[in-house]
């Protein structure tokens, strides 16, 4: 199974600073890997597919970037909405796999 | 409107089984491959099952091999989860998720569903 590795566990930042969440796979996944953004309570919500892929009626100030083992989530600048738990996951072999998650909080 | 709907979940003693539903509203169903996610409370997310558009191929986790089974039923655009020899570690809020796109089964998943949650106790 592809094991797939979240940096930090947990975040704290203002509104207004920039973000970035690592995810790194334990093998290639080529550039099949998706992030999600969870509030408590709700379901998940995808924000990027295909590593780099803005989901539509995402804002444009979440950036995915990488391939291979090693990618990124980057808030440009962090709004109050965007205080939630984020999951990396990739798509490239079953079993799919998530990352252990990155809580972000208002500092 | 794009939707999914789960049910069935409940509380379920260790051992028995469980259906879970999932009604699937806004799109062309049979076109898409579907999943199962879970979340244990307080946890992160776990993969659980994918069945292909026709429901002639399915993958499951290890965790579940062999004691779910995932189907669907294009007719009624229904997806179901079918939970054998529950176990307390089952304990969890289910949710069902649509692939992003029609030509691939192991995609991102752009629609979820609200979640059943299942309670395996005594």
């Known amino acids: 199974d592809i094991q797939m590795t979240q940096s930090p566990s947990s975040v704290s930042a203002a509104v207004g600073d920039r973000v970035t969440i690592t995810c790194r796979a334990s093998?290639?996944?080529?550039?099949?890997l998706a992030w999600y953004q969870q509030k408590p309570g709700k379901a998940p919500k995808l924000l990027m597919y295909?590593?780099?892929s803005l989901q539509s009626g995402v804002p444009s100030r979440f950036r995915g970037s990488g391939s291979g083992t090693d990618f990124t989530l980057t808030i440009s600048s962090l709004q109050p909405e965007d205080f939630a738990t984020y999951y990396c996951?990739?798509?490239?072999?079953?079993?799919?796999?998530f990352g252990q998650g990155t809580r972000l909080e208002i500092k | 409107q794009v939707q999914l709907v789960e049910s069935g979940g409940g509380v379920v003693q260790p051992g028995r089984s469980l259906r879970l539903s999932c009604e699937a509203s806004?799109?062309?169903?049979?076109?898409?491959?579907m999943h199962w996610v879970r979340q244990a409370p307080g946890e992160g997310l776990e993969w659980m099952a994918v069945i292909s558009f026709q429901g002639t191929n399915a993958y499951y986790g290890d965790s579940v091999k062999g004691r779910f089974t995932i189907s669907r039923d294009n007719s009624k655009n229904t997806l179901y989860l079918q939970m054998n020899s529950l176990r307390p570690e089952d304990t969890a809020m289910y949710y069902c998720a649509k692939v992003r796109d029609s030509s691939s089964w192991n995609e991102a998943f752009d629609i979820w569903g609200q979640g059943t949650m299942v309670t395996v106790s005594s």
């Open positions: 295909a590593a780099s």
């Open positions: 093998q290639d996944i080529s550039s099949w």
């Open positions: 996951q990739q798509a490239n072999s079953f079993p799919i796999t």
């Open positions: 806004g799109f062309t169903f049979s076109n898409f491959g």
